[in-house]
Nanobody
């Protein structure tokens, strides 16, 4: 079985920082594309960032320069460092993993791979 467990969400004031973690099990982590999505009430789920096995990354325009995705293959963990947080960043953040080419394509184009964490809530106050 595959499990993705997010942690690190919470309440922070605008301009502050949070670091999200996603610990993966039941998956060959080092061979998988990983991503972070977020969804706010009334909004579409959106891809925040994605990272390849070797560490190549893409970040959504809305978070470029503020958020950084990274991974530690030895720890089976992917991170999202969030700096200069804004109230518009308030959302539930989900970890996502893609297995195989088809799922990788879905993750990159915004639909997501097959494996999701339960989410961690980030609330940014003004």
């Amino acid at each position: 079985q595959v499990q993705l467990v997010e942690s690190g969400g919470g309440l922070v004031q605008a301009g502050g920082s949070l670091r999200l973690s996603c610990a993966a099990s039941g998956i060959i982590f080092s061979t998988n594309i990983m991503g972070w999505y977020r969804q706010a009430p009334g909004k579409q789920r959106e891809l925040v960032a994605a990272i390849t096995t070797r560490g190549s990354t893409n970040h959504a325009d809305s978070v470029k320069g503020r958020f950084t995705i990274s991974r530690d293959n030895a720890r089976n963990t992917v991170y999202l460092q969030m700096n200069s947080l804004k109230p518009d960043d308030t959302a539930v953040y989900y970890c996502n993993a893609a297995v195989g080419i088809s799922q990788t394509v879905r993750l990159i184009d915004g639909r997501g791979g097959d494996y999701w964490g339960k989410g961690t809530l980030v609330t940014v106050s003004s």
